[in-house]
């Protein structure tokens, strides 16, 4: 996928992709996964033991795009994790000082089965159990109701403005429309996307959250100083 930004018509352009370009062989496309991990049926733990400060992460199912909870948890990450002055940020680094980092990130990408991982750094004498037990009651907290409509309309501009500023440059708007074009099969899946996003309201996101954040369905990993090894 080619995409190409610019004061610029496509029928003057088309001679120079096809120059350097046209003359690539077209490649295989790759086969796409044919087992899917079932459903969990209830939280997985593993520890590993190291030479190296305790670290506690805890990963979740999260849906990809075109399920409509995907946006849904999109939004609800960023009122919860989105900046310094978010509730579970706020709560678990700022307030009572558990951890020295505390983040999330989702691997292995939004076109496969994808996980969010959220991550933390206990502070002494905090323990990677003592952190978790804090993020679960945070995070239970937080669940117990919808996020303020307020809020909300703050974190819809918030992420529109971010994907309007990612676009602003020829680049940066070339560089979205392809890979999305790539990853999905049409550029306007953007527009899609963030239509979805801006229609949500409060209980639908908490819902999506509900669901998506349940220890039921996530893997827990534990790292902390000692012999190595893993169980």
């Known amino acids: 996928v080619v995409g190409i930004v610019g004061d610029l018509k496509f029928e003057e352009a088309l001679p120079t992709i096809e120059k350097y370009f046209g003359r690539l062989p ?23 033991q190291h030479d190296a400060e305790p670290l506690v992460f805890a990963g979740y199912r999260k849906p990809v795009y075109p399920d409509p909870k995907e946006p849904a948890i999109s939004l609800f990450l960023e009122y919860a994790m989105g900046s310094r002055v978010a509730p579970l940020y706020k709560e678990i680094v700022l307030e009572k000082k558990l951890a020295s980092s505390f983040g999330y990130f989702e691997a292995p990408s939004d076109t496969f089965p994808n996980l969010v991982i959220f991550y933390a750094e206990p502070i002494a004498p905090q323990t990677n159990e003592s952190v978790l037990a804090a993020f679960d009651k945070s995070l239970k907290e937080l669940l117990a109701k919808p996020v303020p409509a307020k809020q909300m309309e703050i974190i819809k501009r918030r992420m529109m403005k971010g994907a309007l500023m990612s676009m602003k440059s020829n680049m940066g708007l070339a560089s979205e429309l392809a890979e999305v074009e790539q990853k999905f099969g049409s550029w306007k899946v953007t527009i899609d996307w963030y239509r979805q996003m801006l229609e949500l309201t409060p209980e639908q996101v908490r819902a999506a959250a509900m669901e998506i954040l349940s220890s039921e369905r996530r893997t827990v990993g534990l790292l902390s100083r000692g012999t190595n090894g893993a169980e």
């Open 26 to 48: 077209r490649g295989e496309r790759p086969e796409q996964p044919s087992v899917v991990e079932p459903e969990q049926a209830g939280e997985r733990r593993f520890s590993v």
